[in-house]
């Protein structure tokens, strides 16, 4: 089936829409659409994303798919026939450029590494049970050729020319093993990491080997003593290829251990159809070391790490990934593109130098032949572009080379489906997005046969529909003391009350807010300021001074006016629940003092009375109660001793509060004749 049949999904992890318009006012807005990231984030179909932040098409390719099959693990050709390693029933398939068919059965669970040998045998490294067999390529008869000591898992192998042997990577114990015509292993270098992931050769004897556990990639001479090329960051070197004395490196962080997604069934045999685990997570980085031994990192990718790396014959690299099933091609100056994009999550193997180029998918295994010349046209399908509201759509516009065309389609779910609109017809030129209002929108692009067409930035209009403003939560609360004021009970009077209140705004328009209020028997609502007063903070300061004591109702409208013509000005509005004014102090009423008691009554318009002391010839101040001990009234009566007193004139000295603080005083003097 051919790949532009198939639609491909770009979602890469922490991306976001780069320059997509800020919710604000009823006005013009747009998505910006100019970056590699953002590109990245739609989907392709025989297009290529460049690290320039352009569109370009893309290699041409061609999927086989291979039913039934978990994973495609690692591949080989020779002529005009491609073979294919798999799990996880390890089996060897062979394919002719059309078909795909069983050629051999391992009966482990994976094929890990394939590699021809002199004879032109084809060998196959598998786990879990560190065996290598010998198939022979035109009768597809199979025995079991090595089993390498304390090896369970053949991660790697390489045929070495002037050795004249295989080269076997291993795991769990870290070893790399020779292994002559007749199968003897024989042990040449261990590691102090646990796995020998990846191994490549020059033709002349030195074999390069990447490890797992610490990412190291070794240099091994033919006479056997190995050297550290380079320690690179991560945990593990998952891929490298060799080329012209160059190394191209696999640089990875990875949370588990190789082998911890690769586990047999209980009776030791995978089920028939048993469906891969899902790929190690991790992020990855691809370098590049030159012959002089500098190594210089081209490509960092926290959202995936990498797979496969091979050399291109044009000296560009490509490295396969485990996440979204992309090729990346890296140019020598560390430019890059997304190359390839295929439905399946993982590219886990890469054969672009044979005469058929071809690579293989796992979360689903499909052998991908690359066809020769340019892609006949390609297609950007942007993500739904979220306006977040409801809008009307304007022009469409965008920047690039060639007979580039673009289409669009509009709905109000975040995915799109049946309920969207159709695509629009083919945009030649910039002009008016023909598609239905909607809050949600996508941009297609055609890109021509040809590598001569680029895209580089789209940007859409719209304008977005007006959403109102809420308010609610009213308060009428007393400002609080001053810093460094201490707490005092009941608190100092004030004819001060702050209003505040909350407001749900959806956009980010500018609020104008209004305030009334009246006495909660009244009907009519009276300004608290007038109109030129612009209030734009959602909290206020009301000085009561000038009214009558009693309690009043508050209300505040917010309107959006400011940021919207007339017609589209929006306005909601909230009331408070009744607020106490208070700025008249009570009254000391019928002081006295008889037979050595000191009575009388203190008396409040709105009460309760809060608080009574009493000082006799300016003594401090001390509280009293009421005749019936408790302060609940807007009227409470008293009845003091006065205590033994001197004889002579004294001061007899009583203050009252009420509950909002206001403060009463009245004193009288009194003789006493002894």
Do not use: C
């Not at 639609?7 to 829409?17: E, F, H, M, P, S």
């Not at 790399?176 to 191994?199: C, N, P, Q, W």
């Not at 003391?481 to 005092?488: D, F, L, N, S, V």
Request: hydrophobic share 35%.
């Amino acid at each position: 089936m051919n790949i532009s049949k198939t639609t491909i999904r770009i979602t890469l992890a922490g991306l976001v829409l780069a320059a997509s318009a800020t919710v604000g006012a009823v006005t013009t807005q747009s998505f910006v659409l100019d970056t590699a990231d953002v590109f990245l984030e739609g989907e392709l179909e025989g297009a290529a994303v460049h690290s320039d932040g352009s569109v370009r098409a893309g290699a041409a390719t061609q999927r086989t798919a291979l039913e039934n099959v978990p994973l495609a693990y690692s591949v080989a050709q020779r002529g005009s026939k491609t073979f294919i390693g798999t799990g996880t029933n390890g089996v060897v398939y062979e394919f002719d450029g059309k078909h795909a068919k069983v050629f051999a059965e391992t009966g482990e669970l994976l094929v890990a590494s394939l590699a021809f040998g002199r004879d032109g045998a084809l060998y196959a490294g598998t786990l879990p049970n560190g065996r290598i067999y010998r198939i022979d390529t035109k009768s597809g008869k199979m025995k079991r050729f090595s089993s390498p000591k304390g090896a369970k898992h053949i991660w790697a192998l390489h045929y070495d020319q002037r050795r004249g042997e295989l080269v076997a990577g291993t795991g769990p114990e870290g070893k790399v093993f020779t292994v002559d015509s007749i199968g003897r292993a024989r042990e040449i270098y261990k590691a102090e990491a646990s796995h020998i992931m990846a191994l490549a050769g020059d033709g002349k004897g030195t074999i390069y080997a990447g490890t797992s556990d610490d990412a190291l990639v070794l240099r091994i001479g033919p006479n056997n003593e190995a050297q550290v090329v380079h320690d690179f960051p991560g945990n593990e070197v998952t891929a490298i290829d060799y080329h012209d004395g160059r190394l191209a490196v696999a640089a990875n962080e990875f949370k588990t251990t190789p082998g911890a997604r690769f586990k047999p069934a209980v009776s030791g045999t995978a089920p028939a159809g048993r469906r891969a685990a899902r790929p190690r997570p991790g992020s990855g980085e691809l370098w590049r070391v030159d012959a002089d031994g500098r190594a210089e990192m081209l490509v960092s990718r926290k959202d995936t790490h990498l797979t496969a790396v091979q050399w291109g014959t044009d000296g560009a690299i490509y490295a396969g990934s485990g996440h979204e099933g992309r090729i990346l091609r890296v140019e020598p100056d560390a430019s890059y593109s997304i190359w390839v994009d295929v439905e399946e999550r993982q590219v886990l193997a890469l054969n672009l130098r044979a005469k058929n180029p071809s690579f293989v998918t796992g979360d689903g295994a499909a052998i991908y032949r690359v066809q020769p010349g340019a892609r006949r046209g390609g297609t950007w399908t942007s993500k739904a572009l979220d306006a977040s509201f409801a809008s009307k759509w304007g022009r469409l516009t965008w920047r690039g080379r060639g007979h580039i065309v673009l289409q669009t389609r509009s709905g109000n779910t975040q995915t799109p489906g049946e309920t969207w609109s159709a695509w629009s017809k083919n945009l030649k030129q910039p002009g008016a997005v023909t598609s239905p209002p909607g809050r949600f929108i996508q941009v297609r692009a055609k890109l021509p046969k040809g590598h001569s067409a680029v895209l580089r930035a789209v940007e859409l209009f719209y304008l977005p529909q007006n959403q109102r403003a809420r308010v609610s939560d009213v308060q009428g609360t007393r400002p609080p003391p001053k810093r460094g004021e201490p707490a005092r009970q009941p608190l100092p009077p004030t004819t001060l009350l702050n209003l505040n209140w909350k407001v749900t705004k959806p956009d980010s328009d500018t609020l104008r807010y209004r305030i009334d209020y009246r006495e909660e028997g009244q009907m009519t609502w009276r300004e608290m300021f007038g109109e030129d007063t612009n209030l734009t903070d959602a909290k206020y300061t009301w000085n009561t001074g000038s009214i009558p004591d009693g309690h009043y109702v508050v209300r505040i409208e917010a309107s959006d006016e400011l940021s919207n013509p007339g017609r589209l000005t929006l306005r909601s509005s909230a009331v408070s629940e009744p607020i106490r004014v208070d700025n008249h102090p009570p009254r000391i009423e019928h002081l006295k003092v008889r037979r050595g008691r000191v009575q009388g009554r203190v008396v409040d318009d709105m009460g309760p009375v809060a608080r009574i002391q009493l000082s006799i010839d300016a003594t401090p101040w001390r509280d009293v109660f009421p005749t019936d001990s408790l302060l609940d009234s807007r009227s409470e009566g008293f009845d003091l001793p006065v205590g033994d007193l001197p004889r002579g004139a004294h001061i007899v000295a009583v203050r009252a509060f009420d509950a909002s603080g206001n403060q009463a005083n009245r004193e009288i003097t009194v003789k006493t004749g002894r």
